[in-house]
């Protein structure tokens, strides 16, 4: 069997985190180096490498990552928030294991425009 990603352990609860919502799907954990008040991780337990990885059958998990981002949004107080998915290196991508991050709390401003 595969090594275990640095996130299953989270979620598997063998690496300690802050986990703020979690069910038999997913997991979510406040980042340890938040860029923002608000700053979760969402992942499913699915070791989903990355984004581009993602199969036609595993898209009910992955909309249901949104649910749970709209979830700890809510438990957060976040009225706005930014969802970002960063997919391979260059992209910043450092942990491979598919996560939405859920960042808030304050002005993000537009990262896609001009
Ligand atoms: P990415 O750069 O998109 O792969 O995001 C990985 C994120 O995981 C980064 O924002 C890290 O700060 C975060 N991270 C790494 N290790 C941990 C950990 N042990 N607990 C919580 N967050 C982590």
Excluded: W
């Amino acid at each position: 069997m595969a090594e275990k990603t640095l996130f299953q352990k989270i979620a598997d609860r063998e690496v300690p985190a802050d986990i703020v919502y979690e069910d038999d799907v997913a997991v979510a954990f406040r980042d340890i180096d938040p860029v923002a008040p608000v700053h979760v991780l969402c992942i499913p337990r699915k070791p989903i490498p990355r984004a581009d990885a993602v199969e036609p059958e595993d898209e009910p998990i992955v909309g249901h990552l949104f649910t749970v981002a709209r979830k700890v949004a809510a438990q957060e107080g976040l009225e706005d928030y930014r969802l970002v998915v960063n997919c391979g290196e260059k992209a910043g991508q450092t942990v491979f294991h598919l996560h939405v991050h859920l960042i808030g709390g304050r002005d993000l401003g537009n990262m896609t425009s001009g």
